[in-house]
């Protein structure tokens, strides 16, 4: 009953930010004033023609296609760990050229009501196929929408906190490009960017919940894989979230966004879709919150971006310091997240006009990322990617070299999954990668 109670609120929140009110009164003016509903009735009051007003013409479906191919040549400067040398596909433990990810999306409109959604394509090693994000909505006007399904979560720099193809550590403890399944309202103009958002539940593809971590964007998974089995089964759900921001406009030099975002929902020990016996659940539930500070500026061909975020997760039944994580997981990967984490993220970009043959733009970037944790015997994760992105039409390459510890993605293939909790090793690693996209 809590649950559609808070269903309910939500929606009653969210139709204060796409209502027409006195705080909206602002928007942008329609181009012609005659189509207004003051006007039509001002003029019908003072014409002779009693005529009605003609009616508008029936909407009709305006449907555009999407999609993307990528490839990726990845090359490491450690070797493959000995202990799993005898395994099949270790050939690409040290890196190779391999098929990344085939994506394919639709977006559209029908008079006021609009829609957008995009399935991706993976390798099984990175979980297979699952939604990328998929909702219906509504457009008020240029400057107020509803959105309802799998969208991008309100948080932080949007679409990205970082430059680079391997993100920043934001994105693999849940605060960047996060989408997740609920309702969210949007007020964009006269400089401001606010959003409103609840969603019941992360996105997935089965009822109660899923047991894996085939998904895009990083979540709170009760995984019962035999090697990260997390006997709690902790999922994410009941999630507010809001971020307020405002642009300030420099004329030529540029322009600053400043913001502020927050988020709270609950954590809930309810075991896996599956129903095993090791992993029932216990049905308590407790908070997660997360809140940060933002600045993204663009100032000619510079481009900025800066954001401090910290998140606290509360897990149920968490009884000692060992049980002070929950698992996040992505791209089939499943990793023991700390509860209380300061995540500081950085970008330094800039854009360089090309004309060389089919090369328009060579944008190159600076990512630097640190997360640090509550408990002061685990340490801290940190990255560096220097690189460089390519565009040319329909072409799009990144290359980077990145130099990380304890980063899920760039470390020797072994079971050791906390490296984002304790990252025991802390050691620097190094990879060069190389990813090659056609978008159309």
């Known amino acids: 009953m809590n649950r559609y109670c808070t269903a309910v609120l939500a929606l009653f929140l969210t139709a204060g930010l796409v209502l027409p009110v006195s705080a909206l009164a602002d928007d942008p003016a329609p181009a012609d004033d005659s189509t207004t509903a003051t006007s039509l ?3 019908a009051w003072e014409s002779e023609n009693t005529t009605a007003a003609p009616q508008q013409d ?65 390798p099984e090693s990175f979980g297979g196929n699952y939604i990328h994000h998929g909702w219906v909505g509504y457009e008020f006007s240029d400057a107020r929408q509803i959105q309802i399904g799998v969208s991008q979560v309100p948080f932080g720099i949007q679409p990205y ?14 605060l960047e490009d ?57 999922s994410e759900q009941n999630q507010f979230n809001i971020k307020v921001a405002y642009t300030f406009d420099h004329g030529d030099l540029g322009s600053t966004k400043i913001g502020v975002s927050g988020q709270r929902g609950q954590l809930i020990s309810q075991g896996d879709s599956d129903f095993q016996t090791d992993v029932t659940g216990t049905g308590e539930t407790d908070w997660h919150a997360a809140y940060a500070a933002h600045l993204q500026g663009r100032y000619g061909g510079l481009e900025a971006k800066l954001q401090f975020a910290q998140q606290e997760m509360n897990p149920p039944v968490a009884d000692d310091e060992d049980d002070r994580f929950v698992i996040m997981g992505a791209y089939g990967s499943p990793n023991q997240v700390a509860s209380e984490v300061d995540v500081y993220s950085s970008s330094l970009a ?21 997360v640090t944790k509550e408990v002061d015997s685990w340490n801290e ?15 799009f390459i990144y290359t980077d070299l990145i130099v990380s510890k304890g980063h899920p993605f760039n470390q020797p293939f072994d079971t050791s999954f906390n490296r984002v909790l304790k990252n025991p090793e802390s050691e620097w690693r190094t990879a060069f990668n190389v990813n090659i996209g056609v978008y159309f």
């Open 178 to 234: 996060d989408y997740d399944a609920g309702i969210k309202a949007m007020y964009q103009a006269n400089g401001w960017d606010i959003q409103g958002a609840y969603y019941m539940n992360a996105e997935q593809t089965s009822f109660f919940g899923t047991a894996n971590a085939s998904r895009y964007s990083y979540d709170a998974v009760p995984t019962t894989s035999a090697d990260y089995i997390d006997t709690r089964g902790i």
């Open 41 to 43: 009735v001002a003029n």
């Open 350 to 370: 800039y854009h360089i006009p090309v004309d060389a043959g089919p090369v328009s733009e060579i944008k190159p970037y600076y990512d630097f990322s640190l």
């Open 58 to 122: 029936e909407p009709t479906l305006d449907v555009n296609f999407s999609g993307s191919l990528r490839f990726n040549a990845l090359f490491r400067a450690y070797g493959v760990d000995t202990q799993f040398e005898n395994y099949a596909d270790r050939s690409l433990g040290n890196g190779g050229f391999t098929f990344d990810t085939f994506r394919i999306g639709a977006s559209g409109s029908y008079g006021s009501l609009i829609f957008d959604a995009e399935w991706a394509f993976y």
């Open 161 to 174: 906190a970082s430059s680079s193809w391997f993100f920043n550590y934001s994105y693999y403890v849940g």
């Open 381 to 395: 994760n940190a990255m560096h990617d220097i690189g460089f992105l390519t565009s040319a039409g329909p072409l």
